[in-house]
């Protein structure tokens, strides 16, 4: 039977739109000593804008942008689905393009046969990390220090150009973050990204611990370095890359408008994906607690 003080607790999580899908993980929640977030999507938007794009001598943007939005079109990550809509309003694609072969490699890129040819794009492991590394580097850097999001763009002759995307922190993630942080949490941010774009992110949220360039089962493998490090760990993602750490961690909580992987796997919803409702409910089950005991 459930006592009436987590009824209590979980209907006024509910009004606060913050679901608890068992009495359960009140309880663990109120143990919680750590909080992993992820970058895009959780603490930022997951609403990136395109700001700049570089492209090799012999290539326009226009072709560049148009092979890379054909594949990106079968994509649901945020930044396809941003590369998308930016190529729809900047160059009239009306040419119809073959995509053969799609591949979606979670936490890497896209790659297909576009019209015969091989192109692939995504982060720089996914695409040759010498080569990309290499293109436009002083440029790149500069970018990357800026907080963008580099996306690297690959043809059958090498790099064919680099898309910058800059994403924006949610307005609530530095208040969420610095309640967190006076109720003696500790905060972690966990990105796919590249070092040091997460260093200016992480600094725009306030975060001081972060873990740049995670794959997806790398996730799994930092939330449970952190819980032998602070103890029970809860982790906030929104993402099918955030899934596996979700149900790794003690207490797994999904961003309202995550994907449906993100909701199925999580512990908690933070329905209006309300950052600041996660510190409120921690004080709340801990005062739940002592009513219990
Ligand atoms: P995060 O952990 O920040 O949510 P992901 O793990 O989803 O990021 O992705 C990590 C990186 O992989 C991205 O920063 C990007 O460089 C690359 N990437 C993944 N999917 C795509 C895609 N569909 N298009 C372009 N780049 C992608
Ligand atoms: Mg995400």
Redesign the pocket.
């Known amino acids: 039977s459930i006592s009436p003080a987590i009824l209590s607790t979980i209907s006024n999580g509910a009004r606060n739109g913050i679901l608890f899908k068992g009495g359960i993980h009140l309880e663990r929640l109120s143990k919680i000593k750590a909080i992993a977030f992820?970058?895009?999507?959780?603490l930022t938007k997951?609403k990136p804008n395109v700001t700049d794009i570089l492209v090799r001598d012999d290539l326009t943007i226009e072709t560049v942008l148009t092979n890379v939005a054909a594949i990106e079109r079968y994509s649901t990550h945020p930044l396809a689905t941003t590369i998308v809509e930016y190529a729809s309003d900047h160059v009239d694609s009306q040419r119809k393009l073959a995509i053969e072969n799609m591949e979606d490699v979670s936490g890497f890129g896209v790659q297909a046969k576009v019209d015969g040819a091989i192109w692939k794009v995504g982060k720089a492991e996914f695409v040759g990390v010498k080569e990309a590394l290499e293109f436009h580097k002083y440029e790149v850097d500069r970018l990357s220090n800026e907080g963008k999001t580099i996306v690297f763009v690959k043809d059958k002759k090498g790099i064919a150009g680099v898309i910058a995307l800059k994403d924006v922190v949610r307005d609530e993630a530095v208040v969420a973050i610095q309640a967190l942080q006076e109720a003696g949490i500790q905060t972690i941010m966990l990105t796919g990204d590249r070092t040091q774009t997460a260093t200016a992110i992480a600094k725009e949220c306030g975060i001081s611990e972060f873990i740049a360039e995670c794959l997806p089962d790398t996730k799994v493998k930092e939330v449970k370095k952190l819980e032998q490090k602070y103890g029970k760990v809860a982790m906030v993602?929104?993402?099918i890359n955030?899934a596996p750490a979700l149900a790794t961690a003690s207490v797994g909580i999904a961003m309202g408008g995550g994907t449906d992987v993100a909701l199925e796997t999580s512990d908690i919803v933070l329905m209006k994906n309300h950052l600041s409702r996660i510190a409120d409910a921690i004080l709340l089950t801990k005062r739940m607690n002592r009513i219990i005991k």
């Open positions: 992820d970058k895009t999507g959780t997951g993602g929104d993402g955030d």
